[in-house]
């Protein structure tokens, strides 16, 4: 049987960070992951994430986004690859709307550099788009693009050269924790260890079992277009990151144009439920058509040929607030789940503050949204 201090179940995107910043403390950590590295059966999959700092879901964010601005800018100079494009942001829906006022929000309680654009403004910066008058955008340049399998593979790399002893196409049968230690049993083997990370993002419903915790796995499909016409609008160099609220509560988001020449676009929250077993892979021509009708609408010169589709997973909390706690029975378990469809940006703070709670119990980051006693 293996020992370590540390053993991280899970190594996706938070696994592989916490896996990161535990090793570069000097603790031996084993990582167990049941796929091979930088798989795409999770939910970081999918060649881009955004990044952006007046984060309309709440004010509270903030702190923790400007760690993780500096913690990727960390890691991208130390594994000598492109993680991270700042390409700016734009907040598109109506002015009373909550993705402009809660952009707004944020941009104002943290003093973020940003600004309040109209309509006519947003298609003369912008000359893709087309809004409706009443449209309105908050444009922030401390926004951009991640590249998801770059992150997490060098969040791998860095964990590997610090000493972590990282194991892949090893699913986890079954934890339990006694007195004083954690032991795990795997499809190769058992290992044992003082503590117990848990990042197992969709599956953590069934890993964590015995907590019940209030998650709803959601089905939520990318889209690859190539565009019509004037590709080079498109390019990074002048088309920015942007959520755009169409409807009352309903966005749709996207990035600029990929190396490929194709740009990325989907729905944020599809409300279509499921299991990581019953997930549906294929895409319905209905589902396409939807998306299309909202570019048609909105970006219409980004509606030429589908060149691919991608099905990936949000893990949702009822209050979409993550779930970042040591178990309530368990101190010597760290858990980290329902990042609820916008946690990847996240992931390089989420390691260090796994590590924090892992080997001290507390951290000086702010994380009192994510409390596990919330649910009651
Ligand atoms: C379509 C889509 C778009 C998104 N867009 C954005 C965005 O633009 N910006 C943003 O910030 N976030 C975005 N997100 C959300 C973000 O990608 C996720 O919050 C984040 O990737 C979740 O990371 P995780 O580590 O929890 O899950 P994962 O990366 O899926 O990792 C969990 C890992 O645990 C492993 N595992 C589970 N059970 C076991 C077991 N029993 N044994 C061994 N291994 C196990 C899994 O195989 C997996 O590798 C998006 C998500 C999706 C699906």
Redesign the pocket.
């Known amino acids: 049987m293996a020992t370590a201090d540390v053993i991280v179940?899970?190594?996706?995107?938070?696994?592989s960070a916490a896996g990161y910043h535990l090793a570069r403390r000097g603790v031996r950590v084993i990582g167990?992951?049941?796929?091979t590295p930088v798989?795409d059966?999770?939910?970081?999959h999918?060649q881009?994430?955004?990044?952006r700092e007046a984060y309309f879901e709440h004010p509270d964010y903030v702190p923790l986004l400007q760690r993780a601005y500096e913690q990727w800018r960390a890691l991208q100079e130390e594994c000598h690859a492109s993680l991270l494009i700042m390409t700016g942001g734009l907040m598109i829906g109506p002015r009373d709307g909550v993705l402009v006022q809660g952009a707004l929000a944020s941009a104002r309680a943290h003093n973020l550099p940003h600004e309040l654009i109209s309509a006519d403004e947003i298609q003369h910066r912008f000359p893709p788009f087309r809004v409706s008058p009443e449209m309105v955008a908050v444009q922030e340049p401390n926004a951009g693009v991640l590249h998801?399998e770059a992150c997490i593979r060098a969040h791998l790399d860095g964990a590997t050269t610090a000493g972590a002893m990282l194991r892949f196409e090893?699913?986890?049968?079954q934890w339990t924790a006694g007195e004083h230690a954690v032991d795990v049993l795997?499809t190769k083997g058992q290992y044992s260890a003082a503590r117990l990370v848990i990042?197992?993002?969709?599956?953590a419903p069934?890993?964590l079992d015995a907590l019940h915790l209030p998650l709803q796995v959601e089905r939520?499909?990318?889209y690859w277009f190539a565009p019509k016409a004037d590709a080079s609008a498109f390019a990074p160099s002048r088309f920015p990151i942007y959520i755009c609220e169409y409807r009352t509560g309903a966005f749709f988001?996207g990035f600029p144009a990929q190396s490929d020449g194709t740009v990325k676009v989907?729905h944020h929250h599809s409300g279509d439920f499921c299991t990581p077993s019953t997930l549906r892979r294929d895409v319905a021509p209905a589902e396409v058509a939807r998306i299309r009708g909202l570019l048609e609408a909105h970006l219409p010169a980004a509606s030429g040929e589908l060149r691919a589709t991608a099905a990936?997973?949000?893990?949702n909390t009822p209050d979409l607030n993550f779930i970042i706690d040591r178990h309530p029975q368990h101190p010597q378990v760290t858990l980290?789940?329902g990042?609820?469809?916008?946690?990847?940006?996240?992931?390089s703070v989420v390691g260090e503050v796994l590590a924090d709670l892992a080997l001290d119990g507390w951290t000086r980051h702010p994380i009192h949204l994510f409390r596990l006693p919330r649910f009651g």
């Open positions: 179940l899970g190594l996706g995107a938070m696994g167990l992951e049941q796929y798989h059966r999770g939910s970081s999918g881009s994430r955004i990044i998801p090893e699913p986890v049968l795997t990042t197992a993002g969709a599956w069934q890993v939520n499909v990318m988001y989907a990936c997973m949000y893990t980290a789940c990042f609820s469809g916008h946690g990847f940006k996240f992931s």
